[in-house]
């Protein structure tokens, strides 16, 4: 079954578990073949604060912390259409993320592996948020090895249950999409239990672990960094 999430700045683990539950590797007569999760991606909401959208959370040397960036305020930006949200680069704020990336896990074992590829991209200074987020989730499910089919919605979709003779009547239902709708489940002022339900709740290696325990939700990039190529192991489970 399809998912159904937001656009989001270096995700957080769970983000890529749910984006990884519905991809399989199947054998025929030809071999073994990848059948990619479907995911959407809302592109047609208004852009909302204080979300993962420009934020993310990684471990530092003094345990949790965030990292966003700014974005052009147009009329009142939280009314404006999330692919039309300009990225603000007047501070240097590229180079702020990756001075803390650095020093937060220029130690982790797979660091030099993907250091250059991350950076490449937010150098490259794509002038939307839509466009960031969208080479980001691609890059950090490449390598990975996370496939995926990411398409766009094509409309705003609400849930039938919540909207019938109200003011979303009239609009389509996410139930005609057909997918798992996780566009609120998944935030950072909330807790999730995405790991969980996919029986994927269990820690891995972090630098810092000694000092502060092990902290979960954190961007995907925290567990790539630590991991490498057992990332997808600790994000799939070929069982469900």
Sequence with gaps: MPILLNTAYMPPVEYFAAM????????????????PSVVYLEACENYQKQSWR???????ASGKAALSFPVVHDNG????????????YSTQWV????????SAYSTSAFFEYYRDGLFAVLESRPETLWELNLT?????ADKIGISVD???????????????????????????????????????????????????????????????????????????F???????SLLYNPSL
């Excluded at 930006?77 to 603000?88: E, G, L, V």
């Design 136 to 140: 980001l989730i691609r890059f950090f």
């Design 95 to 102: 180079r702020q993320h990756e001075r803390a990336i650095v």
């Design 150 to 224: 990411l398409r766009e919605t094509p409309d705003f979709f609400v849930h039938d249950d919540v909207c019938r003779g109200g003011v979303w009547d009239g609009m389509p239902r996410v139930e005609s999409l057909g997918a798992v709708d996780l566009r609120e489940a998944i935030h950072p002022k909330r807790e999730n239990d995405v790991l969980g339900r996919l029986n994927l709740k269990k820690p891995y290696f972090q630098v810092f672990s000694e000092k502060y325990g092990f902290i979960k939700s954190l961007s995907v990039m925290d567990l790539l």
């Design 20 to 35: 990884a539950s519905e991809f399989t590797l199947s054998v025929s007569r030809q071999g073994k073949f990848v059948e």
């Design 54 to 60: 420009n934020r993310c959370c990684f471990y530092s």
């Design 77 to 88: 930006t939280h009314s404006n259409p999330i692919k039309s949200i300009r990225i603000d």
């Design 226 to 232: 630590n991991e490498g190529p057992e990332s997808i």
